[in-house]
Each structure stands twice: as C-alpha cells, then as structure tokens.
C-alpha cells in the first residue's frame, strides 16, 4: 500500500520505477559509469590528521549531489539507502578497512530541525554497520552546541568553526577503547567535520578512524587547478548553492 502511494523512485533521477533499484536508463549507463570515477580521498587542501584514511563512493556533482540534496531536503530514507549500499561497495571496491564500529557524524539540533528530522547519516550507518558486520554507535559522538553551516565558511573558518563543537559521551566513552571506528556522513569537503569527529573519538581511546561518505566535494584548488588559495576561496558551487555540503 505504501508504494502505491509513494511509489519507489531510482535515487538518481527521481523518476518512478517499479522494483528496480534505479531506473533503466541510471542503471545501465550512469551508476556504472559513476562507480568507475569514484574518487581517492586524501589529498592535499583536505584535514585529515586525525584519520587513518577516508572513502567516497562519488563525486559530489550531479546527478549524486542532486540526489543528496534531495535525501536531506526531502528526508528521503530511499535515497539514503540507496547512497549506503553504494558506500558499502566503494569501501569493497578499495579495500577498506576492518572496522568494529560505525559512528554517523551527529546533526545539531537546528540542522535536524532543518533536516524535518530525518538524520541522513544516522540512517546511512545502520546499514553500513550492517553489511559490515560492526556495531552501530549513535550514542557515543554528539554535537555540543550547533555551529554555523559549514559550507557558508571559508575552509579556514570552516577548521576553527567546529573547534569543540563534537564531544563524546562520558559515560560511554569505555565502548571506544581500542576499537576501529568508521565515521560516516554524506559529503566530504575539506574534511574539517571528519576531521574534528576522528580527534575526539581518538582522544576518548579509539585506536583507528576512518571515514566514509557518499560524495567528495572537489575543493577550490581541485576545480581551479591549483591556482585559488585553500585558505581564503570560496566553496564549491554545489557546497554552497544547494545548502548540502556540511565538511
Ligand atoms: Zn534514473
């Protein structure tokens, strides 16, 4: 009954489908074609000092960004299913790492209230926790106060902006000692939200963090080859137009 009323729609292209997972022009050609582009995450413009490697399933340009644009503006738990299951075969696809937690990067309380309170990335790590056989942690990493979007912020700013802003609960900070986390979330910037989330999860006792999301945002060095200054340029358009970009 809910599928007559809410009838399935490929995750791309929005169109109705019928049980396919895309729609037959997405499945045959782009998705193919988009998981052979999937990005190598670490690069130079991108924080990753506290994280022992991060994956990407996608770029960050459409029609995936439409797509996560469309999962977080409209709540949409089929997009986000489908974004995991990608997440899942790009860390197959690159040998990712053995993991014994998977901790979704936590919303602040005016981006759920943005978000109508669906928690992309919440939703993404129970199903990557799934297909990865470790255990899912939503109490673990919280958010201690809200912060301005990132993508308004420069990639300096976008460093100093999160300074503190994630803190792990106290009372289970024991579940991380020793442990191999794996932090998701759906765009990848500079990397500042990773980043920060990795140095509390480490300073509370994990011995490794990685990251994984559904899309990598080329920084402004990567779109200008290498001629805007990490420090001072703008965002990508797509970070900053649509509002979807948060790292
Ligand atoms: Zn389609």
Known sequence: MADLLWPPRCPLCDRV??????????GRDSVQLLRRQQPAVPGPGR??????GAFA?????????DA???????????IAAWCAGEMLLALERAGGPVVDLVVPVPAGRT??????????????AKILAGGLGAALCTDILYKAFDT???HLLSARDRRSNLLGAFAVCPRRAAQLAGKRVLLADDVFTTGATLNECAKMLRAAGAAECWGVCTALARTPRER???????????????AGGKGAAEG
């Open 111 to 124: 981006q759920m209230r943005r978000r109508g309170r669906f928690d992309g990335p919440r939703y993404m």
């Open 68 to 78: 996560i644009v469309r999962m977080k503006q409209n709540g949409r738990s089929d």
């Open 148 to 150: 301005p979007p990132q």
């Open 57 to 65: 399933a996608f770029w960050y340009e459409p029609p995936v960004q």
């Open 47 to 52: 924080a990753m000092d506290f994280l022992d």
């Open 17 to 26: 489908v019928g049980f396919a997972e895309t729609c037959p022009e997405c």
């Open 224 to 238: 200008d080859g290498g001629k805007a200054d990490m420090g001072e340029a703008a965002l990508p358009d797509g």
